[in-house]
């Protein structure tokens, strides 16, 4: 019996004429009898109470423990990667592609998704169960989140694409903050990498918002290493052997030299002739260098080489070349078209060229 019935049998009943009446105090006979049936009530579901409480309880305590555990666990994991991270050629110059800083962001990401879908899951199953100790029937619960996940994949399926396609391009390393990368829709520095969103700085300054889902692919410009490639353009009748020289000398100059030493990682190459025309001659020259610094170096390679091929007296061409008439020697009338014969209407052309006209017939 429930405190409510027990309450509503202890009041009295309403008069059940329609004349309204004075209202009944209830005398101190009633007042014990109203408390001692409550205090039966009580007393009979007191370990009804009891036994909901210790299981809410037992459920919290269990659910906090298993979250701090599943938390704890999941941040030693992500800590013991970055430790077990390896060079990815196993040289220095694959170690620089898993700086500190770098690792240092991909883990945090990592760590917050694994640590967020951790905690749904726990917090949600138990706020269930404690549902289902008060004995509140879940199934229609359960059908309208249903229901409403439906609808909300349906609205929010782009939010989705993006979101999952962040979580795979940060557990793949795909790329991080300060690659230079092109997504095809946008290219340029990245700044910062979301689970929606990828924030890029473009060559002018303008920043790019690109939603992950949109990335159809990935050319990472910053990974391993880049090529500086440089075309010098000679006359066909020039020495060879004086400009691998000269090219040589330019190298090695350059390579001892500060901050280039660390920007190459690798010789400067003269790799010999790239295409040989008739009135030109185009010999490459290539160099490894640090990822994201090839234009750098080739902008310098070019000047070191235009300044030695001036001091060896080696000429640079290129392009076509312009021919200037003398104005004076022009022929003031070759842009004048010649007279035709058909100016003239009584020329014997122009008669030939005339439609014949049938004579009209003269009227009886």
Do not use: C, H
């Amino acid at each position: 019996m429930s405190l409510s019935a027990v309450l509503l049998a202890a009041s009295p009943s309403p008069s059940p004429s329609g004349t309204p009446t004075a209202p009944v105090v209830p005398s101190l006979q009633d007042a014990q009898e109203s408390a001692t049936n409550a205090a039966s009530w009580v007393q009979q579901n007191w370990s009804t109470w009891l036994a909901i409480g210790l299981r809410v309880l037992l459920i919290l305590v269990i659910a906090a423990v298993l979250r701090a555990a599943v938390r704890r666990a999941i941040t030693k994991l992500i800590d013991r990667m970055n430790r077990s991270v390896n060079p990815v050629d196993g040289s220095a110059l694959g170690g620089l592609l898993v700086n500190v800083e770098r690792r240092r962001q991909r883990s945090q990401a990592i760590g917050s998704v694994l640590r967020s879908v951790a905690s749904f899951l726990i917090l949600g199953t138990a706020a269930l169960m404690i549902l289902s100790a008060f004995e509140i029937n879940l199934a229609p619960l359960l059908a309208s989140a249903g229901v409403a996940g439906v609808a909300i994949g349906f609205g929010a399926r782009n939010l989705v694409t993006d979101f999952l396609s962040g979580v795979f391009m940060i557990l793949e390393d795909q790329y991080g903050v300060g690659d230079t990368i092109d997504a095809g829709v946008a290219s340029g520095e990245v700044i910062e990498v979301g689970l929606r969103v990828t924030k890029l700085r473009g060559d002018n300054g303008e920043i790019w918002y690109v939603r992950n889902g949109e990335v159809k692919r990935i050319g990472n410009l910053s990974q391993g290493w880049a090529t500086a490639g440089v075309d010098v353009t000679v006359r066909p009748n020039e020495d060879l052997d004086k400009v691998r020289r000269t090219l040589n000398e330019v190298s090695e100059k350059m390579s001892k030299e500060e901050p280039w030493n660390e920007l190459l990682w690798g010789p400067i190459e003269v790799l010999g002739l790239d295409s040989v025309l008739l009135d030109s001659m185009v010999v490459r020259v290539s160099a490894k260098t640090m990822p994201g610094k090839a234009l750098t170096v080739e902008r310098e390679l070019r000047w070191r080489i235009k300044r030695a091929f001036d001091a060896a007296d080696i000429p640079i061409v290129g392009g076509a070349a312009v021919l200037v008439q003398d104005e004076a020697a022009a022929d003031a009338t070759a842009a004048v078209a010649a007279p035709s014969v058909y100016a003239n209407t009584t020329s014997p052309q122009a008669e030939a060229a005339s439609p014949i006209v049938q004579p009209r017939p003269t009227p009886k």
